[in-house]
């Protein structure tokens, strides 16, 4: 059975030209970062180097840059070190949050008796910045802002310039999530008032298990895990080498193509979509589908039936890989929090879908779903 993937914004699969960079470090090249004799100096190099590599394509110093095992460790180290470190005792995110950080929220809401507060969002999902202005210019207390770029099951994209400077003004920190664009669209991180941010390799052709958290240099936080000098103090522990150097290599191929491959995702997302319509009664797009949205995301919803209630099994058994939500969150048959928050809970008689896309991705592949789709339907 040919498999049709179509869940990149869960993972993608690795650019042999990143597996390529990453070979050395995985055979000879093997020695130990922080030992002094040749083999680990040559490791301690590739490390530096790809930091240099990554703050360059995102505007920052070196300095600021932190790699850690993904976008779920630099979410949490963000939002715990504002707590812990930077005196934050108000946290204001949104509904349709990453559970990365939703939980990571409400657990230290919890455990340190903050104040957690929502930010309401317009009708087609997006962050309501009339609303967060109003709840950080009432915040009596230090707060935290944590939103993600754009969200992972819609599409959403935020207006990360126009948060920031809301931050800036309230005196607020801003963390922002930016698993799904870093590698997707060109960040200027030096533009932006964004004092945590989030990204993750496996979200744009490089290796799983590794990300990194930019740490913007005005402020100080205290080491994310003890115990040895490694990442300059900040995070203990052997370094994953060869993640790091696929971290950078990905990026840097993501961003050399990224002209090309968008507008080429894109026609693919706007294909499916005009399929969908015109084989398919009552569905409905979920989010800013053709507006302010990410390219390689799009989700629809499907009529509830005793048919489609199928349609994530059925799709699989015929080898096409898609999903009704985060892939942090599968295993789960109920529709997730963000269809929940978007239809304000009245989401009981809908079947969400999230088709995502890559430069791998074919319209014939698009044709081979819809025509799957009109047999199971």
Known sequence: ???????????????????????PYLTEKFGNPSSVYSYGRETKMAIENARKQVAKILHVTPGEIFFTSGGT?????????AVRDLGCKHIITSPIEHHATLHSAEVLAKEKNLKLSFVKLDGMGHVDLAHLEELLRNSEEKTLVTLMHAN??????LDVKAVGALCAKHNAIFHCDMVQTIGHYPVDLSQLNVHFASAAGHKFHGPKGVGI?????????A??????????????GTENLYGIVGF???????????ESDSTYVLELKHYMLHKLQTNFDNITSNGDTLGNSLYTVLNISFPKTDKSELLLFNLDM?????SGGSACS????????????????RSQDMVPIRFSFSKHNTKEEIDAVIDQLKEMM
Not at 223 to 236: F, L, S, T, V, W
Not at 248 to 258: C, F, G, P, S
Not at 318 to 322: L, M, Q, R, S, T
């Open 330 to 345: 599968s295993g789960t048959t109920s529709v997730s929090h963000v269809i929940k928050a978007l239809y304000n809970g």
């Open 1 to 23: 059975m040919t498999r049709i993937y179509f869940d990149n914004a869960a993972t993608t699969s690795l650019d042999p030209e990143v597996l390529d960079a990453m070979m």
């Open 213 to 221: 958290l930019y740490v913007n240099a005005n402020i100080q936080i």
């Open 318 to 322: 015929a080898g096409i890989c898609v």
């Open 73 to 81: 460790e630099s979410s949490n180290t963000a939002i715990n070190a």
């Open 248 to 258: 950078a290599k990905a990026l840097e191929l993501a961003m050399d193509k990224m």
């Open 223 to 236: 080491p994310m895990i003890n115990g040895g000098a490694q990442e300059r103090n900040m995070r203990a």
């Open 152 to 157: 992972n099951e819609l599409g959403n994209l």
